[in-house]
């Protein structure tokens, strides 16, 4: 069962922000969400994750619990609580018993998480990807949305990400949408890119299909080279 975000529309000060966006998500499948920085991006997970209203649209067979959605969102800066370690903060949000969870340990060791004791406020961005990211797989939500996840991270621990966020998603049937405005960070996790652009999709691009036609499409010298190819499709 696909999630369709059917004609969404969301403005603010009667300024468009969202104009009649289409997007399908699918079980098993990782989407992207490629834009420019106020594109929308992180508005259109906001109203996914049930934070913004609609203006008009709808959103079908979004999963649920208790009436209340089935998502886990990491967008901007997570709201985790800066007085509290990392181990407290994860046993708060989640109430496992992260002393005792193996998945814990799991993802502890693959992301080199050895400061778990530490308050969050001492923690770097990067270190604080690294929690959420531990976070949503420990949540183990049926829709995922990630903004901007990567930021602050290098290129091992983004790699152990993308394989790791793969596996999850097969083994749980999980929803994922992932933005970025950089189209490398998409390449290697995606199966389909959904082009934000001036408010609307302007393009729709399946990535196995896609780079077998155009295997060095993808590589850009410098993100100038990567803007000018998002603007050339969205012409």
Same mark, same amino acid.
């Given at each position: ?22 997007? %399908? ?16 991006? %992180? ?41 509290? %370690? ?63 996840? %990567? ?85």
């Amino acid at each position: 069962m696909n999630i369709i975000l059917k004609d969404i529309c969301k403005s603010f000060k009667n300024k468009a922000v969202l104009n009649n966006v289409n997007i %399908t998500l699918s079980e098993n499948k990782i989407i992207g969400l490629l834009g420019n920085n106020g594109s929308g991006k %992180t508005t259109l997970m906001k109203i996914l994750s049930g934070l913004y209203f609609l203006d008009s649209g709808e959103i079908i067979n979004l999963p649920m619990i208790d009436s209340n959605p089935d998502v886990c969102a990491i967008l901007e800066n997570p709201a985790f609580i800066n007085g509290l %370690t990392v181990r407290d903060n994860l046993k708060y949000y989640i109430d496992l018993k992260i002393d005792s969870c193996m998945e814990f340990d799991y993802y502890c060791k693959a992301f080199n998480v050895d400061f778990i004791d530490v308050k969050y406020s001492k923690l770097s961005l990067g270190m604080k990807q690294k929690v959420a990211i531990i976070y949503m797989f420990l949540k183990n939500s049926k829709l995922i949305l990630l903004d901007e996840i %990567t930021n602050g991270l290098d290129k091992r621990v983004c790699n152990v990400f993308y394989e790791e966020l793969k596996k999850f998603v097969k083994k749980n049937n999980s929803y994922v949408l992932i933005s970025s405005h950089k189209i490398e960070e998409l390449e290697p996790i995606c199966d389909i890119v959904y082009f934000l652009k001036n408010n609307s999709i302007v393009k729709v691009i399946e990535l196995s299909e896609y780079i077998m036609k155009n295997k060095k499409i993808f590589r850009f010298s410098n993100n100038l080279d990567a803007v000018k190819f998002c603007e050339l499709l969205g012409k």
